[in-house]
């Protein structure tokens, strides 16, 4: 039987160990490396297949994808031929970017979004393997107040309930309107306030949350668990605050990356909305900056 002293003592190291268990450093799946195809949107709509090839031989075996809204298809490509494309290259879709779809386009609902035809979609997904789908960007016009916002919530968390059914998880992808305070909040606190926590997750995007002035690291302690995707996405030196390569600009991916079992951290992807030449060339740049100091 333990006396007073060591069950004092054997107490402190269990609680150590499990603060270390439950928050301690690169928790998530190093073996991916994962690129958003957006950041290679030309190239992808030239020729997806040498597209692919070309992301795969750089070194990265994951993709998010840019494309389904619209044609409900992956790069033109039904999802039986996509998985196809992908498993010749070595790649997996972990996640997909889609939206929300109040725009409509020339006076027509967009099918293919949350709001229509979502259960296509969700199936689509299915089928190519998706583990997570994001709600990828709002128009203008589907911003709105407080109130807006807090619909947006609901629409997520139904669309959520679809996911969930077929073993995929949810998530919103921010920008840095979402950080623009009304009436001393911001929409993306409403967001988070007014989603359920399972069923909504959030795909923060490193160099947004950076241009709107915000903390990732204070995100992670206030929401923990809830950032299961990251885009890493650099910001360079300059006051224009443009995107350039990782491990290039001023965010300090090393100390994020620190907290990222407390994010909730699964799979991570590198996304460069503009190069200053070939993609490809930074997209290398890029993985071999990961490669040697973050995974």
């Not at 779809?101 to 967009?110: A, H, M």
């Not at 991916?253 to 070939?278: M, R």
Request: hydrophobic share 35%; charged share 25%; net charge neutral.
């Amino acid at each position: 039987m333990l006396n007073r002293r060591s069950f004092v003592k054997a107490s402190a190291v269990i609680s150590a160990a499990g603060v270390l268990s439950n928050y301690k450093a690169f928790a998530y799946d190093k073996k991916y490396i994962g690129l958003q195809l957006y950041t290679v949107r030309d190239a992808m709509a030239a020729d997806p297949l040498a597209a692919l090839a070309k992301v795969a031989k750089v070194g990265y075996n994951s993709v998010e994808g840019a494309t389904y809204t619209g044609d409900e298809k992956f790069y033109g490509m039904e999802p039986k031929a996509f998985s196809k494309v992908l498993k010749q290259n070595g790649l997996v879709m972990l996640s997909s970017h889609y939206r929300l779809g109040e725009e409509q386009d020339k006076g027509k609902d967009t099918v293919g979004t949350i709001l229509h035809d979502w259960q296509k979609a969700v199936d689509d997904a299915a089928e190519v393997g998706l583990k997570y789908m994001v709600c990828a960007w709002l128009a203008d016009s589907e911003r709105g107040n407080l109130d807006h916002f807090k619909k947006l919530a609901d629409y997520l968390n139904k669309a959520g309930e679809t996911c969930k059914k077929s073993g995929i998880q949810l998530s919103y992808h921010n920008h840095d309107f979402e950080f623009k305070q009304e009436d001393g909040k911001y929409p993306y606190e409403t967001i988070l306030a007014n989603s359920d926590k399972d069923l909504v997750k959030m795909e923060m995007d490193l160099y947004w949350i950076t241009k709107a002035n915000q903390d990732p690291i204070a995100l992670i302690n206030e929401n923990p668990g809830r950032f299961p995707l990251f885009h890493v996405k650099d910001m360079d030196k300059t006051p224009a605050r443009n995107f350039t390569e990782v491990g290039n600009g001023i965010i300090d991916f090393k100390n994020i990356f620190k907290h990222a079992d407390k994010a909730g951290l699964k799979y991570f992807f590198v996304e460069q909305d503009q190069t200053p030449g070939d993609p490809f060339n930074s997209i290398t740049q890029s993985y071999n900056y990961i490669k040697k100091n973050l995974v």
